[in-house]
């Protein structure tokens, strides 16, 4: 069993920073990847983007790229999203997923941390 709590959400306005973290605890060690993804009221939920657990190349969807980094401390078991020049667009609920292979459905998710950009 893995265990994903997330933080760090917030009101904010555009253009503002904000810095999300989730915490892993359980059998975490052994995935393959963790992720962040969200999903906006009445829209389907979102890759944002992926960090690989035993390295650090990372993948970003095409909306975040350039302002948002996703980072990891292996020592606290803690994934991050830094999340800078906040569009209204990126209001959400934001998740961290773990998975334990190289493709195809993430296998634990946290309970999510409501990020909320006004203009």
């Known amino acids: 069993q893995v265990q994903l709590v997330e933080s760090g959400g917030g009101s904010v306005q555009a253009g503002d920073s904000l810095r999300l973290s989730c915490a892993a605890s359980?059998?975490?060690?052994?995935?393959?990847?963790m992720a962040w993804f969200r999903q906006a009221p009445g829209k389907e939920r979102e890759f944002v983007a992926r960090i690989r657990w035993s390295a650090a190349d990372t993948e970003y969807a095409d909306s975040v790229k350039g302002r948002f980094t996703i980072s990891k401390d292996n020592t606290r078991n803690t994934l991050y999203l830094q999340m800078n020049r906040l569009k209204v667009e990126d209001t959400a609920v934001y998740y961290c997923?773990?998975?334990?292979?190289?493709?195809?459905?993430?296998?634990?998710w946290g309970q999510g941390t409501q990020v909320t950009v006004s203009s």
């Open positions: 997923a773990v998975r334990f292979s190289s493709a195809g459905q993430y296998d634990y």
């Open positions: 359980g059998r975490f060690y052994s995935s393959f990847s």
